[in-house]
């Protein structure tokens, strides 16, 4: 979908449209104030007061009607220049604007204000001519927000819309808004029964139900035998940490805005941890290590707790618990190039047996100005750089280089997948580290039987899990392939009376080859029972009727598809385990 913050023209259009709206709000609820109303990536908004009223999404039409009859009569839009004073007069009975205009800079005298009809509002604009211009819109949705985003403040009402040059534009975007609903991971994980959410268990904190937990089960699961050939030895560690923890490893001072409140126990502080590495980093020095020890891959589905604010929590792709597919690869100065190499190697064959496709590289560096955010060592920031550009030049790999995104401690390679719908998001992830080793004291006794520091890779292939379920259930609008699938089989006899001995024979066939089946024996019609389980996105569904029981054979169809396939039991047996482990 088009960033209508990134088309100028479109951005105009849309900042009147906001005006428009408010206008026509003004209209039908005389006592309406106006906080904000800016454009977004995905059109506009306005934060509204209505004092005692409330606007449900029943009303938009009635607004849309009103905003339409304004630009019918085809108002000027007028800009005029004011002082501070003057405008504090004008807007002296809305709060709101009294607020805007009392903290813009001492500098500022001149203020800009825009006029059409008998509507002004407080703007730097720019704006269109003329409200006539203004015909292709449409309100999407209705929601609450905090005035300046506080939840101590009141909440008002937040009005979304979209506007563009013709309806040509507009109609496609709308059905493109309808798809991102059907690939919405909120709508899809409810469907299927993935997770659920609950204010008493607390916002952001997701609860995986069976058939979300049966998928994220299998990913782990998938993850860990990769990591497991690849050489990498699994630990479990605590998901909180003393406080001097992270005061060792730089974080308190670097993410404490991220991280949860302290908390007292027993003369001791301690925090819910947001990453892996200093707890991994103490394992990695319970130990003597030698050159011959190196690399040692310590990996971890770990659970961590980062405090996100309430507005930006988005299902499961953004929240405040998540598991990491984490890794830290302790390793010497000259395996850096290999290790970084086999992460790459991994990440990519992983993409390669998800048919994930639409995604590039970043190559996120410190931004040398930055005296502050990024560990002061010029040397070793030049060096760990060099090195990773070294190697994803060495494998002709495409990467766009971002100065100032790099970690702290490191530079770092970011994926970034486009999915479906939505912005991009970051999902496998390798960082270099010369400066947590050295903050834990981390040795290994080398060849000449000096003591040195080693080097760490950081690295996440699907990031954190949650997110990634996210992403997957958009990306396949929850069609999963069949390895994934919660439920990969559904048995559904014609009729329980005549077919159930039968449909119950087939279902425990299936069930000792460890498929996971479903038997589906109601007594309910055949038409709705075959519905649900396109519903429910099942892969296979067994049709059973008296030719199946006689011949020991089974009818199957796939998800989406209206033709049925007969075959032997024992024959579909055998397939459907052959789909299952070559992940077909």
């Not at 005029?80 to 504090?88: D, G, H, Q, T």
């Not at 589906?520 to 892969?539: F, I, M, S, W």
Request: aromatic share 10%; net charge negative.
């Amino acid at each position: 979908m088009i960033n209508i913050k990134e088309d100028e023209k479109l951005s105009v259009m849309n900042h009147s449209c906001a005006h428009l709206l408010a206008q026509a709000v003004k209209h039908l609820y005389k006592d309406a104030k106006f906080w904000v109303g800016p454009v977004i990536e995905e059109g506009f908004y306005y934060d509204i007061d209505l004092g005692e009223g409330v606007i449900t999404e029943d009303d938009l039409p009635k607004i849309e009607k009103e905003m339409r009859k304004i630009a019918k009569d085809g108002k000027r839009i007028v800009r005029n220049e004011i002082s501070k004073e003057e405008a504090l007069e004008m807007f002296k009975d809305d709060p709101y604007k009294i607020d805007l205009i009392s903290r813009m800079d001492e500098e500022e005298n001149v203020i800009s204000c825009y006029t059409q009809g008998d509507f002004t509002d407080l703007c730097r604009g720019p704006h269109l001519d003329t409200v006539k211009q203004l015909k292709n819109f449409k309100l999407l949705k209705v929601s609450g927000a905090y005035w300046k985003g506080d939840a101590k403040n009141k909440m008002l009402q937040r009005i979304y819309g979209i506007c563009f040059e013709n309806p040509e534009d507009l109609e496609k975007h709308l059905k493109e808004l309808e798809e991102a609903k059907e690939r919405d991971h909120r709508k899809i994980g409810k469907d299927l029964g993935i997770y659920m959410m609950s204010d008493l268990v607390g916002r952001g904190l997701p609860m995986y139900l069976p058939n979300g937990f049966t998928l994220w089960n299998e990913l782990e699961t998938y993850i860990r035998n990769k990591e497991i050939k690849r050489g990498y030895k699994h630990v479990q560690t605590p998901p909180l940490g003393n406080v001097e923890l992270y005061k060792t490893s730089g974080h308190l001072d670097h993410y404490r805005d991220s991280m949860f409140p302290i908390m007292e126990v027993e003369d001791e502080e301690y925090v819910l941890r947001p990453m892996n590495c200093p707890h991994h980093m103490v394992i990695y020095g319970n130990d003597i290590h030698s050159y011959r020890d190196l690399p040692l891959r310590i990996a971890e589905i770990a659970r961590d707790c980062r405090y996100e604010a309430s507005g930006a929590l988005k299902g499961i792709e953004r929240v405040r618990s998540f598991c990491q597919n984490d890794s830290h690869i302790f390793c010497t100065l000259e395996q850096v190039a290999s290790e970084f190499k086999g992460v790459v190697d991994l990440i990519l064959e992983c993409y390669d047996e998800l048919n994930i496709t639409n995604y590039h590289c970043e190559l996120s560096l410190r931004d040398p100005e930055d005296k502050v955010k990024y560990h002061p060592d010029d040397k070793m920031w030049d060096e760990a750089e060099d090195m990773l550009r070294k190697v994803l030049n060495d494998l002709n790999i495409d990467y766009e280089e971002k100065i100032g995104e790099a970690a702290f401690y490191g530079p770092k390679l970011d994926v970034q997948v486009k999915p479906a719908v939505g912005n991009e998001i970051t999902i496998s992830t390798c960082q270099l580290d010369f400066c947590l080793p050295a903050k834990f004291d981390l040795t290994y006794v080398d060849k000449d039987g000096s003591k040195k520091t080693p080097v760490v890779l950081h690295r996440a292939v699907f990031g954190s899990i949650d997110r990634f379920i996210a992403y997957y259930l958009e990306e396949t609008k929850g069609n999963l392939p069949t390895w994934l699938a919660p439920i990969q089989v559904r048995v559904i006899p014609v009729n329980a009376e005549f077919q159930g001995e039968y449909a119950e024979k087939v279902y425990n066939l299936l069930h000792e080859e460890d498929v996971r089946v479903e038997l589906d024996n109601r007594n309910e019609k055949l038409g709705y029972r075959l519905r649900e389980a396109q519903t429910a996105k099942v892969p296979y569904t067994l049709i059973l009727g008296d030719k199946e029981k006689d011949s020991e054979s089974i009818s199957y169809r796939l998800h989406g598809e209206k033709e049925t396939t007969t075959v032997p039991i024992t024959e579909f047996v055998n397939y459907i385990k052959d789909v299952i482990k070559t992940k077909k």
